[in-house]
Every structure is written in C-alpha cells, then in structure tokens.
C-alpha cells in the first residue's frame, strides 16, 4: 500500500517567465505555441531532470535576446511520483525525431500521446536534442491527465540568467 510518506518522488525542473507563474501546470504555453513534442492546440508541460538542462531547453528560445533584456524568469521545482514516470528508450524514438527543422511536429504529437495511452503515464522522459547523450532528461507531463494534481510545487524562485550568455 502506497502511502504519502512511502511514495518515492522525483524533482522535475522549469525555468519559465515570472509572468506565467498561474500556468506553471497548465501546459498553456505549449498549447498556444506548440514544441518539438505537442502540436498548438494540446496542451504539454516541459520539464527536465536537472536544473543545467532546463537553463540549456530555455536558453535556446532567447532568440539571441541578451540576457540582460529579458523579462523576468523563475525556476520551479515540482516533485512527480515515480510510479507515474514512464522513461522512455531512445531506440523506440520515431526515426529522425531530433532533426530540428525536418521533422514535422504532428508525428511526435501523435508518437507522445499513443505513448501516453499505451504505458498509462503522467509523465514521459525523452533525450534532449539539445544534449542527447546527456544523462539528464527531458519529462513531458501530461496536464489532461487527471493525477496532474499528484504534481506538486516545492518551491518557486527568482532565477538570474548569467549576462554572459549568449
């Protein structure tokens, strides 16, 4: 019997702007822009294993902005259950679904959701592109997902993005 205190939970990492800080659970962001994994329209929450690799996912989409006129950014830690983390294996990743420009997001949005029906999971952790032979990890969360609410936020707090960044 699973019990609160005998539940094994893992951190999960999000560094997003402070003014969404009512949605950090929604996956509204994805809905309404779409990534690599969710097509505009399904709502995704993109989270990561370590904190390194959610700075590297949010870094990428400064589009060259300088650090110092960004808005501001937060880092969330959110503990999941492990029992509800799926991980899964590179090698059953549809063919060519790290190419940045060539593979159409619909497939992955279609891959993504067939995995989450099939293995019955909250959360999917996948490869970054960014650092694939990293082992940290990118975890997909399914906000639709009625055990969302076994998602908790442990903490909420200013994060400064070094200005020497590019």
């Given at each position: 019997?699973?019990?609160?205190?005998?539940?094994?939970?893992?951190?999960?990492?999000?560094?997003?702007?402070?003014?969404?800080?009512?949605?950090?659970?929604?996956?509204?962001?994805?809905?309404?822009n779409?990534?690599?994994?969710?097509?505009?329209?399904?709502?995704?929450?993109?989270t990561?294993?370590?904190?390194?690799?959610?700075?590297?996912?949010?870094?990428v989409h400064f589009?060259g902005?300088?650090?110092?006129?960004?808005p501001?950014?937060?880092?969330?830690?959110i503990?999941?259950?492990?029992?509800?983390?799926?991980?899964l294996?590179p090698?059953?990743?549809?063919?060519?679904?790290?190419?940045?420009?060539?593979?159409?997001?619909?497939e992955?949005?279609?891959?993504?959701?067939?995995?989450?029906?099939?293995?019955?999971?909250?959360?999917l952790?996948?490869?970054?592109?960014?650092?694939?032979?990293?082992?940290?990890?990118?975890?997909?969360?399914n906000?639709?997902?009625?055990?969302?609410?076994?998602?908790?936020?442990?903490?909420?707090?200013?994060?400064?993005?070094?200005?020497?960044?590019?």
């Open positions: 019997m699973n019990t609160e205190s005998t539940v094994k939970r893992m951190n999960v990492y999000r560094i997003q702007k402070d003014n969404h800080r009512d949605t950090i659970l929604t996956g509204e962001g994805a809905r309404l779409g990534g690599r994994w969710n097509l505009a329209g399904r709502p995704l929450v993109y990561s294993s370590s904190m390194e690799l959610a700075l590297l996912e949010t870094t589009d902005t300088p650090p110092l006129d960004l501001p950014y937060i880092l969330v830690t503990q999941l259950p492990d029992h509800f983390v799926v991980h294996d090698i059953t990743l549809p063919k060519d679904w790290s190419l940045l420009d060539d593979y159409p997001a619909d992955l949005d279609a891959f993504l959701q067939d995995e989450f029906r099939r293995t019955g999971a909250l959360a952790t996948v490869p970054s592109v960014i650092i694939s032979r990293s082992t940290s990890r990118n975890i997909l969360l906000p639709l997902d009625n055990r969302i609410s076994e998602a908790k936020i442990v903490s909420i707090s200013p994060h400064e993005t070094d200005p020497r960044l590019p």
